[in-house]
């Protein structure tokens, strides 16, 4: 009885991950590895599919499941305790109102918010955790020029990143690390791209059309939104610029 429902747990998590929270179990799973992470959280966790399936795949480390919404935690509670795993905790909270221990290695996950949403979290994480340094490993459903300008500023360095396209939808799963011999410069619009991939090309078109008409249209009238249309708007058309100007050499 117990196996059955397990594997149907099972084929439920692996069948429902599509490939934007595949991308992310991919690379945690390379990580824990070589054991990088001691704590994995899965904040903004909503039906906790992504870290159910670390669990499943008896990935190293301790998983935290974070979300807001008590009657979405709750739910989740009864699933993952028809698990045989306990290396997992259930927590009902704002993401960024947690705690973290400063002798381990956390690696914190926010996926399916927005970008000013994303920003928020980090702030409010490194604020209240001034003494641990924590990796994030972020994918943003918008903003991700905001986030990475963000990221930048706090003296983050880049670890990994990957555009995912998903339902005609574009991701940039993006993981960074506050140690500077660990990762890189973070760029503030990436440098994982391939022009000759057609979703790769058609985010960055469209990342264009969407700043030029940020630095046209009614946002002019609010000042930051415009200043940062056009450092967006010359930071891609820059990219596009040189991979142009290598194209015809
Ligand atoms: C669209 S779901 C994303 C689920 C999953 N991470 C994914 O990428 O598919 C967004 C979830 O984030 C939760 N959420 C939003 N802001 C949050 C915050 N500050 N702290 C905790 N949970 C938050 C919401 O309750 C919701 O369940």
Not at 11 to 24: A, C
Not at 87 to 94: E, G, K, L, R, W
Not at 162 to 177: A, D, F, S
Not at 200 to 226: K, M, P, T
Request: proline fraction near 1%.
């Amino acid at each position: 009885m117990y196996v059955v429902d397990f594997m149907k747990l099972s084929e439920q998590s692996s069948k429902e991950l599509g490939l934007r929270l595949e991308s992310i179990f991919m690379r945690v799973h390379d990580a824990q590895l070589s054991k990088r992470y001691d704590c994995v959280w899965d904040c903004c966790c909503d039906h906790g599919y992504l870290g159910t399936k670390m669990l499943l795949h008896k990935l190293h480390g301790q998983f935290l499941f974070v979300d807001q919404v008590p009657h979405i935690t709750d739910r989740l509670l009864s699933r993952l305790g028809e698990l045989d795993v306990d290396n997992y905790q259930v927590i009902t909270a704002d993401a960024g109102e947690l705690n973290f221990i400063s002798d381990k290695n956390h690696l914190v996950i926010i996926a399916g918010v927005t970008g000013t949403n994303v920003q928020t979290i980090i702030e409010d994480i490194l604020t209240n955790n001034s003494a641990v340094a924590i990796d994030f490993m972020v994918c943003a459903t918008r903003g991700n020029f905001e986030v990475r300008s963000y990221l930048q500023a706090k003296g983050f360095y880049l670890l990994d990143e990957i555009l995912v396209t998903e339902k005609k939808r574009h991701y940039e799963i993006i993981h960074v690390t506050v140690l500077k011999e660990a990762g890189r410069e973070l760029s503030d619009v990436g440098e994982m791209w391939d022009l000759q991939n057609p979703d790769h090309l058609h985010y960055l078109q469209g990342r264009i059309r969407h700043f030029e008409r940020e630095s046209q249209g009614e946002a002019r009238n609010d000042d930051g939104v415009h200043q940062n249309a056009k450092r967006a708007l010359l930071s891609y058309q820059s990219l596009m610029d040189g991979f142009l100007g290598k194209g015809s050499q």
